[in-house]
């Protein structure tokens, strides 16, 4: 077996262990078994154009001020209308 040196964000590192650990894993099994079915080809790779496409919505995303917590009230909704 080869040793696999990595480097991650601290963020995605700590998200990643506590995602293995809701399923009782480690890290290193998770990445073993996502970098063998890779090898095997179960896994696709994504083109340049839907990694580009992914980056542009993602950016899209961070500059639209979307606020995706909570439903909007009647009122609120309603707000800016005008009934006769």
Not at 40 to 53: C, I, K, N, Q, R
Not at 65 to 76: F, I, K, M, Q, Y
Request: hydrophobic share 40%; charged share 30%; aromatic share 6%.
């Amino acid at each position: 077996m080869t040793t696999v040196s990595i480097s991650v964000e601290e963020t995605v590192w700590e998200a990643a262990q506590r995602r293995a650990a809701q399923a009782r894993l480690d890290v290193s099994s998770l990445v073993r078994d996502y970098l063998g079915r890779l090898a095997s080809g179960t896994v696709a790779l994504p083109s340049a154009d839907e990694a580009a496409s992914r980056k542009r919505l993602l950016d899209l995303l961070k500059e639209c001020n979307l606020a995706l917590d909570g439903r909007p009230t009647r009122e609120s909704f309603y707000t800016d209308r005008r009934f006769h």
